[in-house]
């Protein structure tokens, strides 16, 4: 069950065959060089890692901690050490320092393979880095100890044998982003992450000779791990909205890529590119798109830039367990975006082979064992829980939120998504928000993608988030707008029309009529991982120092040209 295994099989089937294709600068033209590597080589780069880090005392069951950027060194050093039975930890840096460290400090590595910045801040935080005992330093070694990676590495190659881990056995530790809260440590096992690849691969059909690009880093193991050519991009991972469309094209076309995970930010910027050039990706078959809601005008400038017969998908999962439900991008175009424009929710699809889903009634409560009665039926608005293959069991070291989070059913744990929707009649998963950003009136309660659905109608409005002032059974609605690019009001006799066509809209729907507040900021808050999901939470507490602040009328906030601005509805 070794998921190392995954690797040496695909070594053994097409030794000759590249498996990663990865960036190594820009040649004199300015277009992005590429050296290849195949899945003999990689295979055997791996082996030789392994045998170098278990040379230095890095066992199995060892838990390390990795730092290094996407690329060759990273996929050949997370082989390496499944296949020693090491315990892999990844903890993305974009989360800032303070969560940083308190995340290192609660898994407590016992090895760190890092670039010379890690160790640095080893060398400054010593107490977040207690257990270490072996440190390897990838790159230039400064003022500490430990060998290099160059210095681990064996430089006559022999065969590695796996670790002959079982599926029970703990593969790796990886940190949610934090949106709504502290990043956790989900524990995956051997056999979770077995059954990723197999969900992966089999529901979305992808053969050995397919080529995948990942825009998401973690993605490109799986990319590897299924047999086919990785083509890693020419990004800053952890700027996915920021990417240089002219980064990314050249090596989809060049190396006829046919398949692409990444963030609706990634191909927001990469589609709208595409759309304004008439450039076509005609090798492309398809397109998964996670991290976030998408956006449907996402989706159709995909539609226009891809060849008959391809399509975008959407998988609806998180960290702790993924893949959970998925749908097409044509089936959101021609059955669901409207409903969802009318405040329906996003529809996320029909559960993938071997998960069960249910939806419960909202709790904020521990609960410890499954109950039938707990269950809503359809088409009602509750709690998205899942469980199956893919779910992991527990966070690590976080007894609490594991507490909050699974429900016990006997032998098996449902996983609490920390999400609510309903399942319609024909079995669809509606996805209407997270738990935690619901807001609760004296009268009813409000979810946040429905509602903000409602005023994405406007033409000037890029993106918008439903926040809750005050105690939650008593809260005050506010919606925040973050306008299109050059649509941000300048003069207060603008700002009044923007926002009462935007009080029009939303009196029109039941589901946004009591709202009475808005709101205009210049660039929301969002997470470092996808550059997708709104911050609600750091919006939420500058909206109470909005409405406190002001007198209610409509006036700029002394800021300048750039400033939020407040509406009040005049019903």
Not at 303 to 316: F, K, Q, W
Not at 397 to 416: N, S
Not at 529 to 548: D, G, M, Q, T, Y
């Amino acid at each position: 069950m070794n998921v190392a295994c995954y690797l040496t099989a695909a070594a053994e089937r097409a030794p000759s065959k590249t498996a990663v294709l990865y960036p190594v600068g820009r040649e004199g033209s300015g277009r992005i060089a590429y050296n290849a590597m195949t899945f003999q080589q990689l295979d055997e780069e791996s082996d030789r890692y392994a045998h170098g880090l278990r040379n230095i005392g890095i066992g199995r069951g060892c838990r390390v901690l990795l730092m290094v950027p996407p690329g060759i060194e990273f996929l050949a050093l997370t082989f390496a050490l499944f296949k020693i039975g090491a315990v892999l930890i990844l903890i993305d840096p974009g989360m800032g320092k303070g969560h940083l460290l308190q995340c290192i400090g609660e898994v407590e590595p016992q090895a760190l393979v890092a670039v010379p910045l890690a160790h640095a801040l080893k060398a400054v935080y010593r107490k977040y880095f207690k257990e270490v005992r072996h440190a390897v330093t990838a790159g230039r070694r400064w003022f500490w100890g430990g060998p290099t990676l160059a210095q681990v590495r064996e430089k006559v190659w022999s065969r590695f044998p796996p670790a002959p881990v079982g599926s029970e056995d703990p593969a790796a530790i990886l940190f949610t982003t934090g949106s709504t809260g502290i990043p956790k440590g989900v524990l995956y096992l051997h056999g979770m992450v077995d059954a990723q690849i197999q969900s992966i691969q089999g529901h979305y059909q992808i053969k050995g000779d397919d080529v995948g690009l990942p825009a998401f880093p973690p993605f490109a193991f799986f990319c590897v791990a299924m047999g086919t050519t990785c083509v890693l991009p020419y990004m800053d991972p952890t700027k996915p909205a920021e990417v240089d469309p002219e980064a990314i094209l050249p090596p989809i076309q060049d190396y006829r890529v046919t398949y692409s995970f990444g963030s609706p930010a990634f191909w927001n910027r990469v589609g709208h590119y595409c759309a304004e050039r008439g450039i076509r990706l005609p090798s492309v078959k398809k397109i998964l798109l996670a991290g976030a809601p998408v956006p449907g005008i996402v989706l159709s400038r995909l539609r226009e830039i891809l060849p008959v017969g391809a399509d975008s998908h959407t998988p609806y999962g998180a960290t702790e367990a993924l893949p959970v439900t998925s749908v097409s991008g044509s089936e959101i175009l021609a059955e669901t975006l409207h409903l969802s424009n009318q405040g329906a929710g996003i529809c996320v699809g029909r559960p993938l082979p071997g998960i069960a889903l249910k939806i419960i009634r909202i709790s904020d409560e521990v609960l410890p064992a499954w109950d039938e009665a707990l269950a809503l039926p359809p088409e009602q608005i509750g709690e998205i829980i899942v469980k199956g293959p893919v779910v992991t069991r527990e966070y690590y070291k976080r007894e609490a939120q594991t507490a909050l989070a699974k429900i016990r059913d006997g032998e098996f744990i449902w996983h609490r998504m920390g999400d609510v929707g309903y399942l319609d009649e024909r079995g669809r998963l509606w996805f209407c928000g997270r738990k935690n950003h619901r807001v609760t009136t004296n009268t009813k309660t409000l979810f946040t993608v429905q509602c903000e659905a409602i005023f994405n109608q406007h033409p000037d409005v890029f993106r918008s988030a439903l926040v809750g002032v005050g105690p939650r059974g008593s809260q005050r609605p506010v919606v925040i707008i973050e306008p299109k690019a050059g649509k941000m009001a300048a003069r207060s006799e603008d700002a009044k029309r923007f926002t009462q066509e935007l009080f029009r809209l939303g009196g029109q729907n039941e589901l946004t009529r009591d709202i009475k507040d808005v709101l205009f900021h210049p660039a929301f808050p969002v997470d470092f991982r996808h550059n997708s999901k709104i911050i609600r939470e750091k919006l939420a507490l500058w909206a109470e120092e909005k409405i406190r602040g002001s007198a209610g009328s409509l006036r700029p906030e002394a800021q300048g040209s750039k400033a939020p601005w407040r509406g009040k509805s005049s019903q």
